[in-house]
């Protein structure tokens, strides 16, 4: 039987809610970037117990998880045998302390700990800035190496490679195109293209590094959806996507 872990977003986790039942054994790790999945815990910062007004469980979970950067950990205990990972939620920019890189996530700020006086003095590193690309490139080549000298290197390794939709199905059916930018973050607006051309570099220097078996959705059916569960957004997509991504995963034994 499968043992299933994401490295990833959405887009990987709502394949089953979407069309089916998960796999019983699936660890979840989202609302993290490679560098941020790699760095130091972030000493100094005080997490509540329960989800601080805003959160639920779950996304307060993942925001814990990153801040205390318990993934790894969480996912070599795991013992997968195939691991998915995707790239929507490296879309955030990073922030650096003195001593660790953490995901600047709406979680993060809806959470208040960045207000702990463990960020003063942190800076952002954009997403789409020369430095955080070199940060993330440098991140891949340690997870590579954690994953060999690992129990991880037995795991399947699938990259599920994606874009940012430029267009979407309102909901009385029609199609229409997303403007040039959507907001990433309240106020924060990101460049659909640009992002789209990360993705593309990020996808290539994995599937490099990791030989990872890739599943793709065709471009017809990477299209955004008005009425998706979670809203609309241009990685909310509409049922086409979702099922053949499922239906290339179960060819690979998910």
Same mark, same amino acid.
């Given at each position: 039987?499968?043992? !299933?872990? &994401?490295?990833?977003?959405?887009?990987? +986790?709502?394949?089953?809610?979407?069309?089916?039942?998960?796999?019983?054994?699936?660890?979840?790790?989202?609302?993290?970037?490679?560098?941020?999945?790699?760095?130091?815990?972030? +000493?100094?910062?005080?997490?509540?117990?329960?989800?601080?007004?805003?959160? +639920?469980?779950?996304?307060?979970?993942?925001?814990?998880?990153?801040?205390?950067?318990?993934?790894?950990?969480?996912?070599?205990? /795991?013992?997968?045998?195939?691991? &998915?990972?995707?790239? &929507?939620?490296?879309?955030?920019?990073? &922030?650096?302390?003195?001593?660790?890189? =953490?995901?600047?996530?709406?979680?993060?700020?809806? #959470?208040?700990?960045?207000?702990?006086?463990?960020?003063?003095?942190?800076?952002?590193?954009?997403?789409?800035?020369?430095?955080?690309?070199?940060?993330?490139?440098?991140?891949?080549?340690?997870?590579?190496?954690?994953?060999?000298?690992?129990?991880?290197?037995?795991?399947?390794?699938?990259?599920?490679?994606?874009?940012?939709?430029?267009?979407?199905?309102?909901?009385?059916?029609? =199609?229409?195109?997303?403007?040039?930018? =959507?907001? =990433?973050?309240?106020?924060?607006?990101?460049?659909?293209?640009?992002?789209?051309?990360?993705?593309? +570099?990020?996808?290539?220097?994995?599937?490099?590094?990791?030989?990872?078996?890739? !599943?793709?959705?065709?471009?017809?059916?990477?299209?955004?959806?008005?009425? /998706?569960?979670?809203?609309? #957004?241009?990685?909310?997509?509409?049922?086409?996507?979702?099922?053949?991504?499922?239906?290339?995963?179960?060819?690979?034994?998910?």
């Amino acid at each position: 039987m499968s043992r !299933v872990a &994401i490295i990833g977003s959405c887009i990987t +986790r709502d394949l089953w809610p979407n069309l089916g039942e998960a796999p019983q054994d699936l660890l979840y790790l989202c609302r993290t970037s490679l560098p941020s999945l790699l760095a130091p815990a972030a +000493r100094g910062v005080t997490v509540a117990e329960s989800p601080p007004a805003g959160l +639920r469980p779950g996304q307060h979970a993942a925001l814990t998880t990153d801040l205390r950067k318990r993934a790894l950990d969480l996912l070599i205990a /795991h013992r997968p045998t195939h691991i &998915i990972f995707d790239f &929507i939620d490296e879309r955030f920019d990073l &922030i650096r302390t003195p001593r660790t890189l =953490v995901t600047h996530s709406w979680e993060l700020e809806t #959470s208040g700990y960045i207000r702990q006086a463990a960020f003063e003095g942190a800076r952002i590193v954009p997403r789409l800035s020369s430095a955080c690309d070199l940060i993330w490139r440098d991140a891949l080549g340690e997870l590579a190496a954690v994953i060999e000298a690992t129990p991880l290197r037995d795991a399947r390794r699938i990259l599920h490679a994606s874009q940012w939709a430029t267009t979407y199905v309102d909901t009385d059916g029609a =199609v229409r195109a997303f403007g040039d930018e =959507v907001e =990433v973050l309240p106020g924060r607006p990101a460049p659909i293209a640009a992002h789209n051309a990360l993705l593309d +570099r990020y996808q290539d220097a994995f599937l490099h590094a990791l030989d990872p078996a890739v !599943v793709r959705a065709t471009p017809e059916a990477t299209r955004a959806d008005a009425g /998706h569960r979670w809203g609309l #957004s241009p990685f909310h997509y509409g049922p086409d996507y979702y099922a053949q991504i499922l239906g290339q995963l179960a060819g690979l034994g998910v």
